[in-house]
């Protein structure tokens, strides 16, 4: 009787110590991705939390912010981090002509193009509005659209920390693409996660580090 419960309990305990074995050997990852920047000083005070942590980013500009911020465009791309294109104006998309469409995607790309010699390789729609001819023009100009599966809810001009720092507590999987946004709170916010995150085993990639 007691040798089976011995080699029962003995059972458990190697089937707990598989498991455990296991969720430290996958790699898990976080792809942080910005939106609606570039914002000047509020756009280097990510960077430099971002070197603190070794974290890697996609950042979703607007074209006509970044014209007049060029060179922290150059410093973000230089730094390893990722731009996507999230059109030029921020307008919802599927509500314009398709000539606006493409107008609004294509002089981002040549902005990036001709300023910086970096061809976007990543979309993201604004308000996440799109549709098959959006889908299709983003794939002809050699983007993706990458998915979200975690959003910290963080769009408007005053959220309390907490609340962002609560949504995005709790991140299962392993590969989460976070959607946040520049702001002040979303900065504060990230101070707490990213270390939590890393506790929990996360590194941070930008979304082409994947590619080849
Ligand atoms: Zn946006």
Redesign the pocket.
């Known amino acids: 009787m007691y040798r089976t419960i011995i080699l029962a309990l003995g059972l458990f305990m190697y089937a707990q110590l598989g498991v455990a074995q296991l969720q430290i050997n996958k790699p898990k990852t976080i792809y942080l991705t910005l939106?609606?920047g570039p914002s000047g000083s509020l756009t280097e005070q990510f960077l430099d939390l971002f070197d603190q942590y070794a974290v890697k980013a996609t950042f979703?500009h607007?074209g006509k912010k970044a014209t007049h911020q060029i060179s922290l465009c150059k410093k973000i791309i230089s730094k390893g981090h990722e731009i996507g294109n999230?059109s030029w104006t921020?307008r919802k998309l599927t509500e314009l002509s398709e000539a606006e469409v493409r107008e609004e995607l294509i002089s981002f790309q040549d902005l990036y193009m001709q300023q910086l010699n970096y061809q976007p390789a990543t979309f993201?729609a604004?308000?996440l509005k799109t549709n098959a001819f959006i889908d299709g023009l983003v794939d002809s100009l050699g983007m993706t659209n990458h998915k979200i599966n975690a959003y910290a809810r963080d769009?408007k001009p005053k959220v309390e920390v907490e609340i962002v720092v609560n949504h995005l507590s709790d991140l299962n999987g392993e590969k989460v693409v976070i959607l946040c946004?520049e702001r002040p709170h979303t900065l504060n916010a990230l101070k707490s996660l990213l270390p939590m995150w890393k506790d929990m085993g996360y590194e941070f990639k930008a979304l082409g580090d994947d590619r080849q």
């Open positions: 939106d609606d979703y607007m999230h921020h993201r604004p308000f769009a946004h």
